[in-house]
């Protein structure tokens, strides 16, 4: 036997392959319903184990990412019907992170009898047979993983955005910027300024730090301004220099309420200048997120540039048009896509260096007791990486488009944020980067929270 | 004894020859809106203007490389082979600084003891390098003793011409390509000086000092390096991107079957890159692994090698996503020493 | 296609001793006949050793070359890899790779008086020069030995050093820690650098052996030069991370230096040459 074969899973022989099932129970209803279904001898399919948890709270989406990652065919999640939890509200909270993962699954194509998830009490043993049967049946249906996704033929091909669209003319702040943290850092009301200063290459700005009032004359503001200065807020910034003033376009402001929201900084420990914005360019024309960016005025802001902005209404569809093209082709398509997108990961994580909301110190991908990700930059560690990815910021991302920016390879990350901000959006009607004082979605839930996908 | 140079028609005509010699062939091609090497099977798929946004290293030192596999007994373990190198390869249209590229990387990994599942690769490619006439805003080879046109690592160069294009045969790999090519290159020589110099004059100018590699280390010490690194996020971009850089980590992967050891890349510029098992970290901030990235390239190695770890190339420039710009760091840091 | 650079030797646990809680020590034989009779290596050399399924660990090989048939390694528990060698038993299978790296050199330590100081897990690496030179007793001059802990449950080769400090050829002392002291213990209470300057061994024609954590040898090393001991005196090793062994994978490096190559030995005098990285 081959390496490739101990661990890639090889296309089986569809004559004897069995579907491989894996169960993520909670231990108070659906495995006590499982085990009914055993002691009173109703028949179900033998492909399934089980994996007993607390709580169907405590099935997090990398048990079911890894269980794939192991080469199950299938998976199916299951706990107590709302009203019913043990703890409570576990099953609520579940209920939201499934409808997410759920939905982010069958964005990238994956065939929805692959994730199956169900409430079975107690008391319902026929349920659970019955369920276990039809996932099984499902499963039969749609075959074995594909050791490669694929097979769906040409791919389709789409110009990357919506017809490039040129940059406006930017709007000139700098005498005022440079004013502004000029008396800034001389009342010292700051002890550094972070601004963006010109960059090494023609066309580009940078980062800029400035802690003198002497060398305010280093801002500069143009279309070029492209980077999420707020990420640097939890980057040692504030350790390493004390209070911070910030410039935020209303993108960046956005995070900067997510790191509140998150209790990552401290009011206190950052004053924001906001700098009116119509748009900045990203590989030579208006960033994607500018299509459809509502407000060139950032919010929460301390003191805020003064500027004639050119009424621009909204009416670009930015990626929302791109993903309505995504979720036009067949699952096979998608899957083939997203592989496609997939493999030229090169597990740089600059991505995730970048991400204003990315601030864990050790990042789940780093983690080698359990080592929940794959390190090696093939299909199944990179599917897993893009995926734990996405599912981190599902209801964080505030659209900032700088982990798509600096990919160099071109993966379409922005695609999978904006989908899964939609989810967020249409089922718990929560826009990220808003209001500071509202708790993040998936740390709480409704009562009437949807759960069609749910048996 | 046949001649070192030739001429054919254009890039594109060699690189039909040797696809038509039956050769495997990985060039640039077009791939999501940036270039990458991949695979060819028609000359028309290759993408002969420009600069890859990965380079070429990938074909010799992969992403993730086996380097054995293992299974399981009862009792006992079974050791199974490494990785199957990749078929024969020709590696078409690799830049000068590219190909400069794979010849450090040969000297890192060739060192002895030598690294045999990069040399095992490395025997199956034929660099066919493309002298560039087009440099881009961020390309500095120049600064490093290079040039648009320089022979460092190829087999083959050719070079663009405006009567066509040079080809020079620089190793025995390159004239057992040339072998196999026939009647589209015919025997000839040119000069590709004035190419040189006109590809040089559209560089933006970039020089390093002299005396870097000594300001560098005496610079090791100071308290700027915090300053310089500031902007760094750490994310290692740099290093992916980069011709040189070849630092990597070891890790297993496994089931209750078996599994393999798999070599992956890695990157300095990582915080968990040095880290102790007990905790503690030698280069405990991103000040220290910067300063490590450009001492690597600037000082230590060219104290050993005689030549700069780098062949600006740029990329680490271009794709920085914070703007840094590891030639005038290094320059700045090496002249606060003097 | 053969890739040996990274694969290891299939070795038998043959032995499986626990120092401390968190300390054990292994006993490997070869499993193939051949290597184990070609086998070599030097006091001081290092080598990976693997748990398949889990990855590979750099430890120093703790036998001395003087003990023949087998190599041992002691090792604490720290994370995923030293966790997996912790399950495996007598007659198990596990890898290894090496050795790599330079060694003690013994040849100059020939004739001189030999001071071997090591702390906690540090004592491993000594432990093998140690033997080495115990097993060559005439050659050197006075021999004396520190074993210190950070108490008395965490001093490893107990045994041995009872050993030790039973032969009259030899002045040996173990130590832990003050407050570190438990019922029945018979060795010194204090820090190494401290116990250090009572034994107060003479700095004339005597080299020293100095492994332990990077704190301890701060100390030892100040204590060391206020007793006379010049910098090329002093023995040590450094332990930067490592993936390769053989000066590839770019982790272990302290300016120009690869300490799998250049190292893992090093003089006082060499490493404070170097940028003070490590
Ligand atoms: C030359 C040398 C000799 C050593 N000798 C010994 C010894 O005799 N006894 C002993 O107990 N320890 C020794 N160490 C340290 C030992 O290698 C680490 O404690 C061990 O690798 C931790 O492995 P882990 O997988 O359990 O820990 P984890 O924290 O899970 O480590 C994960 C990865 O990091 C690597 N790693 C972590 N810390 C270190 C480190 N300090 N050095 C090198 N790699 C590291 C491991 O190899 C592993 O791949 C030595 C290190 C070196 C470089
Ligand atoms: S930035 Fe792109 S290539 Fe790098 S890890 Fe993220 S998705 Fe992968
Ligand atoms: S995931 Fe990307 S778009 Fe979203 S906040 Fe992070 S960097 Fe910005
Ligand atoms: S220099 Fe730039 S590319 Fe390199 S790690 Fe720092 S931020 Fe990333
Ligand atoms: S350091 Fe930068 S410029 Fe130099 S070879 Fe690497 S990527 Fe190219
Ligand atoms: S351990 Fe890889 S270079 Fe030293």
């Known amino acids: 036997m081959s390496t490739e074969t101990l661990l890639t899973p090889s296309a089986p022989d569809t004559a004897t392959w069995k579907p491989r099932l894996v169960a993520f129970v909670c231990n108070w209803c659906t495995y006590t319903g499982a085990d009914l279904a055993g002691t009173s001898r109703t028949e179900y399919p033998a492909n399934v184990r089980i994996v007993r948890l607390p709580c169907s709270g405590r099935i997090d989406p990398h048990f079911i990412i890894r269980a794939f990652e192991q080469g199950a065919d299938g998976v199916l999640v299951s706990g107590c019907h709302p009203g019913d939890c043990h703890y409570t509200a576990g099953n609520y909270h579940a209920r939201r992170k499934f409808m997410v993962l759920h939905a982010l699954a069958e964005f990238l194509g994956i065939e929805p009898e692959r994730l199956q998830f169900s409430w079975v009490s107690a008391a319902e043993g026929r349920k659970w047979a019955d369920v276990v049967s039809d996932v099984v049946a499902g499963l039969l249906r749609v075959g074995p993983v594909q050791p490669t996704w694929g097979g769906a033929g040409e791919l389709p091909v789409r110009s990357l955005s919506e017809p490039p669209r040129p940059v406006p003319e930017p709007l000139d702040v700098v005498g005022e910027l440079r004013a502004t943290a000029q008396r800034w850092l001389s009342d010292c009301r700051v002890d550094v300024f972070v601004g963006y200063g010109q960059g090494s290459l023609p066309g580009r700005l940078r980062p800029a730090f400035i802690t003198s009032p002497d060398e305010v004359d280093q801002l500069v503001w143009n279309e070029h301004a492209v980077n999420n200065l707020a990420t640097y807020l939890t980057r040692g910034l504030v350790k390493r220099h004390g209070r911070v003033g910030l410039l935020v376009k209303s993108c960046d402001a956005r995070a900067v309420v997510g790191l509140l929201q998150e209790r990552q900084i401290e009011r206190e420990q950052v004053t924001l200048l906001g700098v009116p914005c119509i748009g900045v360019e990203v590989d030579g024309a208006l960033a994607p997120k500018c299509h459809t960016c509502d407000s060139a005025w950032p919010a929460l802001v301390d003191e805020v540039l003064s500027a004639e902005v050119p009424l621009t209404p909204v009416d670009g569809e930015g990626l929302a048009a791109e993903i309505a093209w995504v979720e036009k082709m067949s699952p096979a398509q998608r899957r083939a896509w997203w592989q496609a997108q997939f493999d030229r990961c090169l597990r740089c994580y600059a991505c995730r260096a970048v991400c204003p909301l990315c601030y864990c110190s050790q990042c789940i991908a780093d983690q080698s007791r359990p080592q929940w990700v794959s390190k090696s930059s093939d299909g199944r560690g990179n599917l897993a990486w893009n995926l734990v990815r996405a599912f981190h910021l599902a209801g964080r991302c505030v659209g900032c488009g700088e982990c798509t920016r600096v990919c160099p390879s071109n993966i379409r990350l922005d695609l999978l944020n904006a989908k899964l901000a939609q989810v967020v959006r249409d089922e718990f009607g929560y826009v990220a980067g808003g209001d500071p004082d509202l708790p993040p979605p998936l740390t709480t839930y409704l009562l009437e929270d949807h759960e069609e996908f749910i048996r | ?338 | 296609m053969r890739t040996e650079t990274y694969e290891p030797h299939l070795m038998t646990v043959a032995q499986v001793r626990d120092e401390t809680a968190d300390v054990r020590t292994l006993r490997l034989t070869f499993t193939d006949p051949a290597l184990a009779d070609s086998f070599a290596y030097r006091a001081g050399q290092f080598a990976f050793y693997s748990a398949f399924g889990e990855g590979e660990s750099v430890f120093c090989i703790a036998s001395s070359p003087t003990e023949t048939g087998y190599v041992e390694c002691s090792f604490k528990l720290t994370g995923k890899v030293t966790s997996a060698l912790r399950r495996l038993s007598e007659g198990d299978v596990m890898g290894f790779r090496g050795p790599y790296g330079n060694s003690f050199p013994i040849d100059e330590m020939v004739g001189h008086n030999l001071v071997f100081i090591g702390g906690g897990i540090g004592m491993a690496p000594v432990r093998s020069i140690l033997v080495n030179c115990l097993d060559r007793r005439s050659e050197f001059g006075d021999i004396t030995i520190l074993n210190g802990a950070r108490s008395a449950a965490d001093l490893v080769y107990r045994d041995q050093t009872d050993a030790w400090t039973a032969r009259s050829d030899v002045r040996c002392v173990k130590t832990v820690d003050p407050g570190g002291d438990s019922e029945g213990w018979d060795g010194e209470v204090g820090l190494i650098p401290h116990v250090l300057e009572r034994l107060a061994p003479t700095p004339h024609n005597t080299k020293v052996v100095l492994c332990g954590p990077p704190i301890m040898i701060k100390f030892s090393l100040i204590s060391l030069e206020k007793m006379g001991f010049s910098g090329e005196q002093v023995i040590t090793t450094l332990e930067n991370r490592m993936k390769c062994g053989v000066g590839k994978c770019g982790r272990c490096n302290i300016g120009g230096a690869y300490v799998c190559c250049d190292g893992p030995v090093f003089t006082a005098a060499q490493i404070a040459a170097l940028p003070q990285e490590f």
């Open chain 2, 1 to 338: 004894m046949s001649p070192t140079t030739y001429l054919a028609d254009s890039a594109q005509a060699v690189l039909t020859a040797i696809l038509a010699a039956g050769q495997r062939v990985v060039a640039p091609v077009e791939q999501a809106g940036l270039l990458a090497f991949a695979h060819v099977e028609q000359a028309e798929q290759a993408q002969l203007i420009g600069q890859t946004r990965a380079s070429a290293k990938e074909l010799a030192f992969p992403r993730t490389q086996r380097l054995f596999g293992y299974r399981f007994g009862n009792p006992g373990v079974e050791l199974l082979p490494g990785e199957e190198p990749p078929a024969p390869t020709v590696l078409f249209g690799v830049r000068p600084c590219d190909a400069a590229g794979l010849a450090i990387l040969d000297g890192v990994f060739g060192a002895e003891p030598a690294d045999a599942p990069y040399l095992a690769r490395r025997a199956r490619i034929t660099v066919v390098g493309l002298s560039c006439d087009q440099p881009q805003a961020h390309c500095a080879c120049t600064a490093v003793g290079l040039s648009p046109t320089a022979t460092d690592g190829s087999d083959l160069l050719l070079t663009p011409l405006a009567e066509g294009v040079l080809v020079e045969v620089l190793t025995a790999r390159g004239a057992a390509l040339v072998d196999l090519l026939g009647e589209a290159l015919r025997p000839g020589a040119a000069d590709k000086a004035e190419v040189t110099a006109r590809a040089e004059a559209a560089m933006a100018p970039r020089a390093l000092p002299a005396g870097l590699a000594d300001g560098l280390a005496a610079a090791f010490g100071e308290a700027a390096w915090a300053d310089a690194a500031a902007r760094c996020l750490g994310c290692g971009t740099c290093a992916f991107v980069c011709p040189t850089c070849h630092c990597f980590d070891v890790v297993d992967e496994s089931n209750l079957r078996g599994g393999q050891r798999l070599r992956v890349w890695d990157a300095c510029q990582f915080g968990l890159f040095t880290l102790h098992a007990s905790g503690h970290n030698p280069r405990a901030d991103q000040a220290a692994r910067y300063r490590q990235r450009a001492l690597h390239k600037f000082s230590y190695y060219p104290r050993a090698h005689g030549r700069p770890m780098c062949v600006g190339c740029g990329r680490c420039v271009n794709a920085c996503p914070a703007g840094m710009d590891i030639f005038e760091v290094a320059a700045t840091a090496a002249a606060g020493q003097g």
